[in-house]
């Protein structure tokens, strides 16, 4: 079955860095792009970033342009976010999430179970 | 960008009612609608996409509807299990970003 387990979350201050990481498992990771998407505490959904299944194309909400980034590793099923110059805006529960696309359209059909990210002094 | 706007804010209804969830984007977004349903403390769970499609393991009670700018989820039959959050969401070809509603909180009476 569908896995995905992220990893690396914690406390930290703000201005440092972070990096997630989410293990996929159950498909062939290599055929599908990813997402993570995050939540504040008691707030909605909030889209962060994508990656293409080649890893060639990323693209970034504009709350964390040019701050994060992520990458993905193909041949260990995982892909990563790079969270640099950390805000305590950026704290929330972070999901990464597998796209699954059609003639029609996008959605993301599993996700992560979470994780937290406290970013305050 | 599309916006995606949802209402009512809350729902409270009793077991066995129906509900009806609606979602409205900012411009067309063809058939490219997904539902969520997200319980405290877990992920969110895909429902529908494609507008009108039901997620694997999804039961029937959960239909959905609509294309362009208006959108419906309904659950035609309560269950104790039904509370939650549902969002809606939207990911365009380009830009990739994956837009979702502010949600609407079904509550049961």
């Known amino acids: 079955q569908v896995q995905l387990v992220e990893s690396g979350g914690g406390v930290v201050q703000p201005g440092r860095s972070l990096r997630l990481s989410c293990a996929a498992s159950?498909?062939?990771?290599?055929?599908?792009?990813m997402h993570w998407v995050r939540q504040a505490p008691g707030k909605g959904l909030e889209w962060v970033a994508v990656?293409?299944?080649?890893?060639?194309?990323?693209y970034f909400a504009d709350s964390v342009e040019g701050r994060f980034t992520i990458s993905r590793d193909n041949s260990q099923n995982t892909v990563y976010l790079q969270m640099n110059s950390l805000r305590t805006e950026d704290t929330a529960v972070y999901y990464c999430?597998?796209?699954?696309?059609?003639?029609?359209?996008?959605?993301?059909?599993?996700w992560g179970q979470g994780n937290l990210v406290t970013v305050s002094s | 960008e599309i916006v995606l706007t949802q209402f009512p804010a809350t729902l409270s209804l009793s077991l066995g009612e129906r509900a009806t969830l609606s979602c409205r984007a900012s411009?067309?977004?063809?058939?490219?609608l997904a539902w969520y349903q997200q319980k405290p403390g877990q992920p969110p769970r895909l429902l529908i996409y494609?507008?009108?499609n039901r997620a694997t393991g999804i039961p029937a009670r959960f239909s959905g509807s609509g294309s362009g700018t208006d959108f419906t989820l309904t659950i035609s039959s309560l269950e104790p299990g039904d509370f939650g959050i549902y969002y809606c969401?939207?990911?365009?070809?380009?830009?990739?970003?994956?837009?979702f509603g502010p949600g609407t909180k079904v509550n049961i009476k």
């Open positions: 999430t597998k796209e699954n696309q059609n003639h029609i359209g996008y959605y993301f059909d599993y």
């Open positions: 159950g498909f062939t990771f290599r055929n599908f792009g």
């Open positions: 990656i293409s299944d080649d890893g060639s194309t990323t």
């Open positions: 411009q067309s977004v063809r058939r490219q």
């Open positions: 494609d507008a009108s």
């Open positions: 969401q939207h990911r365009d070809t380009w830009p990739p970003a994956g837009t």
